[in-house]
């Protein structure tokens, strides 16, 4: 099972917005509508941003917003904040019933 | 609030076995969820390793279901990880995970584990 991809490094100013691509095929991300989202700063343990494509947890900012096209999830930073830079990593659900985490992005604030 | 607490040992030799135990705070194990372990290499990402559910049905990653064994123990309100012939592509900081969907909701701090003569 290949590791969804990724872009390395997405940046952007404070109050701008970002957004991030998770590319997998139609055995993980395509297939499910079970892509997830984890926000990681250095040392600590990941922290669940988004579930379910679409969905926050409770305790996740409002300003982060999933979505899903075909083969590709994203993620959306709106209204970036210094906070929020941290390595960022998607999953999905897949056909093999196991779970693949993406390549990681790092997003750095300006 | 669930907690998770990993514990083991730090250091194992090569072609040993890893051997790890996840603590659940608050006994929840017996809620009909389902519990992971995650492994992230020093500066690499993320790596789902299998999961078990309060009445120990598994689910490997077909890369590493030759070498793992993952299992529960309800009334310790615990779960563990097993890793046989590891070598040092182990090396990494191994986390336990509670499943919320198909996500990971709660995790413990991480520990973590060294593979080295």
């Known amino acids: 099972q290949s590791a969804l991809t990724q872009p390395a490094s997405v940046s952007g100013s404070p109050g701008q917005s970002i957004t991030i691509s998770c590319t997998g095929t139609s055995s993980d991300v395509g297939g499910y509508n079970y892509v997830a989202w984890y926000q990681q700063h250095p040392g600590r343990a990941p922290k669940l941003m988004i579930f379910d494509v679409i969905n926050r947890p409770s305790g996740a900012p409002n300003r982060f917003s999933g979505s899903k096209s075909g083969n590709t999830a994203s993620l959306t930073i709106y209204g970036l904040q210094v906070e929020d830079e941290a390595d960022y990593y998607c999953s999905s659900y897949t056909t093999s019933k196991s779970y693949v985490f993406g390549t990681g992005t790092k997003v750095t604030v300006l | 609030q669930v907690q998770l607490q990993e514990s083991g040992p730090r250091l194992v030799k090569p072609s040993g076995t890893l051997s790890l135990t996840c603590a659940v705070s608050d006994g929840s194990i017996s809620s009909r969820s389902w519990w992971s372990w995650v492994r992230q290499p020093p500066g690499k990402g993320l790596e789902w390793i299998g999961e078990?559910?309060?009445?120990?049905?598994?689910k490997y990653s077909p890369s590493l279901m030759s070498r793992i064994t993952v299992s529960v123990d309800k009334p310790k309100s615990q779960f563990s990880l097993k890793l046989n012939s590891v070598s040092a592509a182990d090396t990494a900081t191994y986390y336990c995970?509670?499943?919320?969907?198909?996500?990971?909701?709660?995790w413990g701090q991480g520990t973590e584990v060294t593979v080295s003569s």
């Open positions: 995970v509670r499943h919320h969907s198909f996500s990971f909701d709660v």
């Open positions: 078990v559910d309060d009445s120990g049905v598994t």
